[in-house]
């Protein structure tokens, strides 16, 4: 099966480097094409715009980090759009909003082509082993067509249904992830501040009802306010902030949701964004200024 893949950040690179690793043969682009570089060493072809990549492949998928890339590439210059049609597909796999997975979803369709949203739940490191979790919706025949692929990238496909169910999934997935590292980044200074062990209190949550693997695996390198970026901090706080308003569309009040985006920006504003989300411990470290 031949696919396009375009995107090359931490994301887009594994997923894009496992579908080769399979007998997949793939064509990337990249804004920063230099970063095609490794993909070609790894026996990708590489094309010069996305539109050459949907004009070469049938199908295409998209790995963008937020919702105005996710557009650009689809609508600006040389993108998506130029070339889709009768028989081309386009799979988004960014974490967007549904408005605009709707958007790129109603072109596409205009224009006689396919579309599927597929945003995924895991990170740098399931992205490597094939054990995402993809969360699909829009066009039945196409999430059919392209489970060979998803089946290499992800542990477990979901067909949600019509388009934004898979984009409002994730957001719902992503908006719990970030309320509990902030109750757990607090945990973290409360332990430390009454003079309790943190080591012991990872241990203590670790052996309880409370263990997972997120707290498993961030909680140690947190205590090393190491924070290599598996999935950025800015993109959590995008997260957060599509999350809130999906609340707002929908009347559903968030106090826990909305106080974990303020500790998410405060972090950005630490100039945190690009470290991993984990480093908002740092800005809960960070005492409130007095009144
Ligand atoms: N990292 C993670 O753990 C996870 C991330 N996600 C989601 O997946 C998506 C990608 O995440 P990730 O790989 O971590 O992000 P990165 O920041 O590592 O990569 C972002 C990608 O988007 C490209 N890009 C940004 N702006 C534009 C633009 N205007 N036009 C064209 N391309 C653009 C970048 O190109 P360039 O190289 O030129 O900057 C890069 O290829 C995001 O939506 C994220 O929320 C979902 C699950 C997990
Ligand atoms: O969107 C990013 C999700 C990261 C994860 O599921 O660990």
């Not at 570089?37 to 790995?63: F, Q, R």
């Amino acid at each position: 099966m031949e696919v396009g893949f375009l995107g090359l950040g931490i994301m887009g690179k594994a997923m894009s480097l496992n579908l080769l690793r399979h007998g997949f043969k793939v064509t990337v682009w990249n804004r920063t094409l230099s970063k095609c570089d490794e993909l070609l060493e790894h026996g990708a072809s590489v094309g010069s715009t996305p539109a050459e990549v949907v004009k070469k492949c049938k199908y295409t998928i998209g790995m963008l980090s937020d919702p105005s890339a996710a557009l650009a590439v689809v609508f600006d210059k040389d993108g998506v759009l130029e070339q889709i049609g009768e028989g081309k597909c386009y799979i988004d796999m960014s974490t967007v909003d549904a408005d605009t997975s709707s958007k790129i979803s109603e072109e596409i369709t205009k224009k006689g082509g396919y579309f599927l949203e597929a945003p995924v739940s895991g990170s740098k490191k399931p992205a490597e082993d094939g054990q995402l979790v993809i969360l699909a919706a829009g066009e039945k025949t196409l999430y059919d067509e392209i489970i060979p692929a998803f089946d290499v990238m992800g542990k477990k496909s979901f067909f949600l249904g019509e388009i934004g169910n898979g984009a409002k999934m994730k957001l719902v997935v992503n908006m719990i992830m970030g309320s509990m590292l902030n109750a757990f980044s607090e945990g973290l200074v409360l332990a430390d501040k009454s003079g309790l062990s943190q080591q012991t209190l990872l241990d203590v949550l670790d052996l309880g009802a409370m263990a997972n693997p997120m707290f498993k695996m961030k909680g140690p390198t947190m205590l090393m306010s190491s924070y290599p970026p598996a999935f950025p901090l800015k993109h959590q706080q995008k997260d957060m902030r599509l999350a809130l308003a999906l609340g707002d569309e929908n009347a559903v009040s968030m106090p826990v949701a909305a106080a974990a985006n303020e500790a998410f920006k405060k972090a950005r504003s630490l100039g945190l964004g690009d470290n991993d989300f984990s480093a908002v411990y740092e800005a809960i470290k960070v005492p409130e200024p007095s009144p």
